[in-house]
């Protein structure tokens, strides 16, 4: 260090500091300053690349409010119909809604326009996935634990809110795309048992398609929903400040502290970069790749469809669910139940949100563990966890490709029936596998994980003694990786309770009881526990006894091996 | 690996109580002591003075590059003409997107860089607090809530506070009640009709030419809608007033737009009742998809399906309409055909059968 000073000059004594002492006081003197800066100016922030996907997901949205204010300035929130004479010449002398015309505009009327709608698009697509992975880095580290449940929840609010704003945006430019999709969804609202009909009346202001939905969904989609997005991103951020980040465990790093970069200014300067990078990579994307190229669909016309048709990202599972569902339909006492369209298309997001919800409950249940939890897990060691999350993302999956049924079928050159078919079992038989084998692979990950503490690292030298023996060559584990792979905790399953209590009367809660145990005993079967210390003193005890030649740290300077198997020597 | 030397050994089984082995947890029994942070390494650019002045460069470079692109966001805002294409790009959208992208990102960038290259990168710890109040802090509040309580009577005054929960309740239901009018009550007429009547020509949904018979070939589609939705310029001049225009329009276009299938009669087998609903097989179907409502639009001459593009629901139209495949439960709906005197197809009535997706009171 040679240019930076080590010890600098106060900064009341610079010239900077000197000019800015007066305003400072004055808000000081207001707000209380100093002991804002003083609480959260040195506030640690732990460094992991999965950290940042909260943050992505902030930063797009900081993106959407900024771009969906300039789009505000030119969109005509209205199904009034008119004559579009705007600048692009296939559309003109055409009637559409205003709402569709003004969209035209943007992107080909107002210079910028197109670039801002598009970025608009792309930062709703990232804002989307990276509240998905987001999440997703929470349950499989297991941080939705005490004391974040709360955040979790918030969460999920907030992914569920993500989803309708997103669609309620796409379909506001009123083109053939996004009528198709209100008109799927006004079929939906149709299928809700006994109410249907009425809830499709009140939300269209009669039959569909009218000319009130645009309004309606204008104002839910730029004030409602952002509102309330914003609210809970408010709070979901005083928790996190609160509660203090998870962080992996590691050397230093335990359930007590948290290690990392201070706010000022390692943290603000990285978080503020990325805000513009997001930014940058959004409109970058813009200039580059088309999105929604609304002129090329035309006006919304109940009576048109284009083949092909897909929905946005982030509902293409839901439209898989429509897809595969068969065709069940019944009546009772003169009630149309149409399940063939209730089930994939409401009940089945309602279910996602509800195992979301309710999982973090669910798991301190079967685990019986109510402690605070503050190093994040790794995934293998919490395996049917891990393998339930795998499963879930599966059949996520297998729905979204469900939704490009006809897509695949052109691209593979296959009958779509038999894809439809395959996809009708697959979505069940697919997690079940997924989830065995996720568990499988994560316990022998735990036990790659004991062998390397026990025994060390294969260095991949094989060494002949005088008598003729080969044997590999082990070196032991560097104590900090060692300590970080038996930094988590063993495996507690919960018991029975004594079938009777103290005095000989039989516990009336049995049931709830045996399931406990069961569920309890499923969710750590075969999980692996790191050693036990008299455990690592056998193995030490092991090497050193029949193979002295082999431990590392020889006179021939051999100090053990690198992950990639080069040798480390003394003299290196 | 043999479950013998398994570390850790099998798992326990819970031994009659309900309780947790969380002993685990204590540092006894932990293998590895924790052996605490580690040293901070220096970066290269903390030794290398060349290399922290090389570092700085870049940092300002990219700044300095990012001030030029904004720059040139402006220029490209007043210069590039808003029709031209270059590459097949939109030019305007192309230079204000990299301009002003490059300038984001490279402000990011640089900012990141000067962070992770320059900055003191020594780590610190902090410990955590607990999260639950402490016992004093819980007690307090409780002596505040049990004194606001005491003081407020809420828990005496139970006809107050009663009638309060009563009177607040109720104002529930004006936050009900005053949505009543987004939208007007489903009646049979606006669910189960459609416009079509006895007599309404059916046309091209395009031009609003009426049909003949033998303008349709074998195997042909033709998209249709009654005369009343789209009219050619001549009817419109004599007939405008009975036009239908607007949203009245297009709610009535979302129920009565049909498909026209013309098939060799012989290939027809037409369900019970409706033997005499074609014109020289010619037939008539909804073009409203029974399952979300999507317009069907996708004809297989050769199986004479028609399957719809968003859930692939397919109908067998030589077959009454039936589903084949998909997730569509019931039949499209056939409309009964015949002739005028001019020789035009003509609707003999509205539809039997529900259009479009099926809702609750269908019963």
């Known amino acids: 260090m040679t240019t930076t000073p080590t010890t600098s000059k106060p900064i009341q004594e610079t010239k900077t500091g000197k000019a800015a002492a007066g305003p400072v006081r004055w808000l000081d003197e207001r707000i209380g300053l100093a002991t804002l800066v003083k609480t959260f100016g040195r506030k640690v922030f732990p460094d992991h690349w999965s950290f940042?996907?909260?943050?992505?997901?902030?930063?797009?949205?900081?993106?959407?409010?900024?771009?969906?204010?300039?789009?505000?300035?030119?969109?005509?929130?209205?199904?009034?119909?008119i004559i579009y004479d705007g600048s692009y010449a296939p559309l003109r002398g055409?009637?559409?809604?205003?709402?569709?015309?003004?969209?035209?505009?943007?992107?080909?009327?107002?210079?910028?326009g197109l670039l801002m709608r598009q970025v608009h698009h792309w930062s709703a697509m990232l804002f989307i996935a990276s509240i998905t992975i987001h999440m997703l880095r929470h349950f499989f580290t297991g941080s939705y634990r005490r004391p974040r449940e709360i955040n979790w929840l918030i969460?999920?609010?907030?992914?569920?809110?993500?989803?309708?704003?997103?669609?309620?945006?796409?379909?506001?430019?009123?083109?053939?795309?996004?009528?198709?999709?209100?008109?799927?969804?006004?079929?939906?609202?149709?299928?809700?048992?006994?109410?249907?009909?009425?809830?499709?009346?009140?939300?269209?202001?009669?039959?569909?398609?009218?000319?009130?939905?645009?309004p309606?969904?204008?104002?839910?989609?730029?004030?409602?929903?952002?509102?309330?997005?914003?609210?809970?991103?408010?709070?979901?951020?005083?928790?996190v400040v609160y509660h203090k980040h998870t962080h992996f465990g590691g050397p230093g790093r335990t359930e007590k502290n948290v290690v990392g970069a201070p706010f000022l200014p390692i943290y603000m300067a990285k978080a503020g970069g990325f805000l513009f990078i997001i930014f940058g990579i959004t409109a970058l994307m813009s200039a580059i790749f088309q999105i929604n190229a609304v002129w090329n669909y035309g006006p919304y016309n109940p009576a048109e469809v284009t083949a092909g048709s897909q929905p946005d990202w982030y509902m293409g599972w839901l439209e898989g669910g429509l897809r595969i569902m068969p065709n069940?339909?019944?009546?009772?006492?003169?009630?149309?139940?149409?399940?063939?369209?209730?089930?994939?298309?409401?009940?089945?997001?309602?279910?996602?949100?509800?195992?979301?919800?309710?999982?973090?409950?669910?798991?301190?249940?079967?685990?019986?563990?109510?402690?605070?939890?503050?190093?994040?897990?790794?995934?293998?060691?919490?395996?049917?966890?891990?393998?339930?999350?795998?499963?879930?993302?599966?059949?996520?999956?297998?729905?979204?490709?469900?939704?490009?049924?006809?897509?695949?079928?052109v691209w593979f050159n296959v009958s779509i029936y038999q894809i439809t078919w395959f996809m009708r079992f697959a979505v069940f038989i697919g997690p079940i596998i997924a989830f065995i084998v996720t568990k499988r692979i994560c316990i022998a990950l735990q036990h790659k994980d004991s062998e390397i503490v026990l025994h060390g690292y294969e260095t991949g030298i094989i060494v002949r003694s005088p008598d003729g023996e080969y044997t590999e060559r082990h070196t032991p584990v560097a104590t900090a990786e060692a300590y970080r792979l038996t930094q988590h905790e063993r495996v507690a399953p919960v018991g029975l309770p004594p079938e009777t209590d103290d005095n000989g009367v039989r516990s009336p809660a049995r049931l709830p009881a045996k399931l406990r145990a069961r569920a309890s005993a499923f969710y750590f079967a075969d999980a692996v526990n790191k050693p036990t210390t008299e455990e690592l003193a056998e193995a030490k005890h092991h090497t050193d006894g029949e193979h002295p030649e082999l431990?590392?740290?020889?006179?021939?300077?051999?100090?053990?091996?690198?992950?990639t198997g080069v040798p480390r020597r003394r003299d290196d | 690996m043999s479950d013998e030397d398994r570390p850790g050994g099998e798992l326990e089984r819970g031994d009659g109580e309900l309780e947790r082995r969380d002993e685990g947890a204590t540092p006894a029994a932990e293998p590895i002591p924790d052996p605490g942070l580690p040293e901070h390494q220096p970066r290269p650019t903390d030794v290398d003075p060349a290399l922290e002045r090389r570092a700085e460069f870049q940092v300002a470079a990219m700044f300095g590059l990012a001030t030029l692109l904004g720059l040139g966001f402006c220029v490209a805002y007043f210069a590039v003409p808003e029709d031209k294409t270059i590459f097949g790009w939109d030019a305007l959208n192309f230079a204000l997107g990299m301009t002003l992208g490059g300038s984001l990102l490279l402000i990011g960038l640089g900012v990141v860089q000067w962070a992770k290259r320059l900055m003191d990168d020594h780590e610190i710890a902090e410990e955590r607090h607990a999260v639950a109040s402490s016992?004093?802090?819980?007690?307090?509040?409780?002596?505040?809530?049990?004194?606001?309580?005491?003081?407020?009577?809420?828990?005496?005054?139970?006809?107050?506070?009663?009638s309060l929960f009563g009177a607040l309740a109720v104002l529930g239901l004006p936050a009900v009640v005053l949505l009543r009018d987004l939208g007007p009550l489903p009646t049979d007429k606006s669910l189960r009709t459609t416009v079509w009547t006895k007599g309404m020509r059916v046309v091209n949904d395009v031009s609003g030419t009426p049909i003949r018979p033998s303008d349709m070939e074998l195997g042909q589609l033709v998209n249709g809608e009654p005369e009343i939705l789209v009219m050619t310029p001549e009817e419109e001049a004599e007939h405008a007033e009975d036009e239908i225009e607007g949203v009245d329009r297009l709610n009535a276009k979302a129920k009565a737009a049909v498909i026209l299938v013309r098939m060799r009669p012989d290939e027809i087998t037409p369900p019970e009742g409706r033997e005499d609903w074609g014109v020289d097989g010619i037939l008539c179907f909804s073009k409203i998809c029974t399952h979300v409502g999507c317009p069907i639009s996708l004809w297989e001459q050769t199986t004479r399906k028609v399957l719809c593009p968003c859930h692939q629901s397919t109908f067998d139209l030589a077959d009454g309409g039936k589903v084949t495949f998909g997730p569509a439960h019931r039949s499209l709906p056939q409309l009964q055909l015949g002739v005028d005197d001019e020789g035009y197809l003509i609707a003999m009535g509205d539809f039997e059968d529900q259009v479009g997706p099926s809702f609750p009171e269908l019963g």
């Open chain 1, 155 to 214: 969460g999920v609010v907030i992914f569920m809110l993500a989803v309708v704003e997103g669609f309620a945006g796409y379909s506001l430019p009123d083109d053939l795309l996004s009528g198709t999709g209100l008109r799927i969804a006004e079929g939906l609202m149709r299928s809700i048992p006994i109410v249907g009909t009425y809830i499709s009346y009140f939300v269209f202001g009669g039959e569909f398609p009218g000319d009130d939905l645009v």
């Open chain 1, 52 to 81: 940042l996907l909260g943050e992505m997901a902030l930063f797009s949205f900081i993106v959407l409010l900024l771009t969906g204010t300039f789009l505000t300035f030119w969109f005509v929130p209205s199904q009034g119909e």
């Open chain 2, 135 to 162: 016992e004093a802090n819980r007690a307090a509040a409780l002596e505040i809530m049990t004194a606001g309580a005491a003081e407020s009577g809420f828990g005496r005054r139970r006809l107050i506070r009663n």
């Open chain 1, 328 to 409: 069940w339909e019944t009546t009772i006492l003169g009630w149309t139940f149409s399940w063939n369209i209730f089930v994939p298309g409401v009940i089945l997001f309602g279910v996602l949100l509800t195992i979301l919800a309710i999982y973090p409950f669910a798991e301190r249940w079967v685990t019986g563990d109510d402690r605070e939890h503050h190093l994040a897990d790794r995934p293998r060691n919490a395996p049917v966890r891990t393998g339930l999350g795998v499963a879930g993302i599966t059949a996520y999956g297998l729905l979204w490709a469900a939704g490009g049924n006809d897509i695949l079928a």
């Open chain 1, 551 to 563: 431990e590392s740290g020889r006179e021939d300077g051999f100090l053990g091996a690198t992950e």
């Open chain 1, 216 to 239: 309606r969904l204008f104002i839910v989609h730029v004030l409602l929903i952002p509102g309330l997005i914003l609210a809970l991103i408010t709070v979901h951020l005083i928790l």
């Open chain 1, 94 to 112: 055409l009637e559409m809604s205003e709402a569709y015309a003004s969209t035209l505009d943007i992107s080909f009327d107002v210079r910028g």
